[in-house]
């Protein structure tokens, strides 16, 4: 059933939200980490019944939607030019440009170095680092999935159908209803445990989709250490 679109004056804000209506007894607001509001509501709640419980929850909303935003990815501008810092698994390398026959990048001595024939032209490096950034991600990310996997006590419970790797503008990671794994491309750049900490996270959602008491006490239990990984996260990427 596709979802309904309203909204709520909380104040001087506009508090939106989607519904999705289920065979359910209760009301359920949830608060995404892209600081969406998400309700699933019983088949027969009216829209007014269900905007009634929004302005009664609005100010823990609201304090939620502040709490998420400040972990929300900020993408630097980038112009890719020879002595440029950008990160990879949470270093700093510098950008060193360099004319070649063919089109590569490695990592050597400090430095993401590119290869090109067209080494005056900015376009051609962006284009060559994002396409290295993304193939090491499909590595890196399915080798962390595997390790992280251990984490719990049945690990091919929260084996994931999938994997999408693309670039997102307000969250780090989601998983889908039907168990998909969903990364930002962004997440390459990050720690190894920063890494590690998103795909828990999103691991997590398998057994407990919305972010309630029991999402937090699995999170808890398998990564006792998230909230410090997920501040390291927001201070070496913001």
């Known amino acids: 059933m596709k979802a309904e679109r309203h909204e709520i004056r909380y104040g001087d804000h506009v508090i939106g ?3 999705t209506r289920r065979s359910r007894r209760t009301l359920e607001i949830a608060v995404e980490p892209d600081s969406s509001v998400v309700v699933a509501a019983p088949l027969d709640a009216s829209i007014e019944v269900i905007k009634s419980k929004l302005h009664r929850r609005a100010a823990w909303i609201r304090k939620q939607q502040i709490f998420f ?3 929300l990815p900020r993408t630097p501008e980038r112009r890719f030019i020879a002595g440029e810092t950008h990160l990879y698994l949470g270093r700093q390398y510098r950008l060193k440009i360099e004319a070649h026959v063919q ?6 001595r400090g430095f993401i170095v590119v290869q090109s ?3 005056e032209r900015t376009e051609v490096a962006r284009n060559l680092v994002e396409a290295w950034y993304r ?3 499909h590595i890196k990310f399915r ?3 595997e390790i992280n996997l251990h984490r719990f006590k049945e690990p091919e419970s929260f084996r994931p159908r999938g994997l999408i790797i693309r670039q997102l503008r307000q969250r780090w990671g989601s998983m889908s209803p039907s168990g998909r794994l969903l990364l930002n491309h962004r997440l390459i750049e990050a720690p190894v445990d920063a890494i590690d900490y998103v795909i ?3 691991l997590c959602h398998i057994a407990e989709p919305h972010h309630g008491p029991k999402f937090f006490a699995l999170v808890d239990r398998v990564m006792p250490d ?3 990984r997920k501040e390291r996260l927001e201070r070496i990427m913001a």
């Open 17 to 19: 939200f989607s519904v």
């Open 69 to 71: 935003h400040q972990y």
């Open 103 to 108: 089109e590569k990048v490695k990592l050597s």
């Open 117 to 119: 024939h067209r080494p």
């Open 135 to 137: 193939e090491r991600a």
């Open 143 to 145: 080798d962390r999935i």
């Open 200 to 202: 828990t996270h999103e």
């Open 226 to 228: 998230w909230a410090k």
